[in-house]
Nanobody
Framework: QVQLVESGGGLVQAGGSLRLSCAAS????????MGWHRQAPGKQRELIAF???????VYVDSVKGRFTISRDNAKKTVYLQMNSLKPEDTAVYYC????????????WGQGTQVTVSS
């Protein structure tokens, strides 16, 4: 059974940094695409970055140049380094594992709150 556990959220001032971690178990982590999503209050959850098994990365425009997604296959962990944080980055952040058979992100962590104060 796949389990994803996020950590690293918290309260930070605008302009600050945080690093989120997502530890995976029960999966052949190295072959999976992993994504970071976020859901702000009153908004739909959105995919903001993903990283393929080969290490290719894609970012949504709103975080490009400020956030960096990376992975450590030996530790079965994916990271999201967030710099130059803005109040609009306030959200619950979720990591997710892409299921190629189902063509969707089908395994989710519990989420970690990130709050950016102005």
């Amino acid at each position: 059974q796949v389990q994803l556990v996020e950590s690293g959220g918290g309260l930070v001032q605008a302009g600050g940094s945080l690093r989120l971690s997502c530890a995976a178990s029960g999966t052949m982590f190295s072959i999976n695409t992993m994504g970071w999503h976020r859901q702000a209050p009153g908004k739909q959850r959105e995919l903001i970055a993903f990283i393929t098994s080969g290490g290719s990365t894609v970012y949504v425009d709103s975080v490009k140049g400020r956030f960096t997604i990376s992975r450590d296959n030996a530790k079965k962990t994916v990271y999201l380094q967030m710099n130059s944080l803005k109040p609009e980055d306030t959200a619950v952040y979720y990591c997710a594992l892409y299921d190629y058979a189902k063509h969707k992100y089908d395994y989710w962590g519990q989420g970690t709150q990130v709050t950016v104060s102005s």
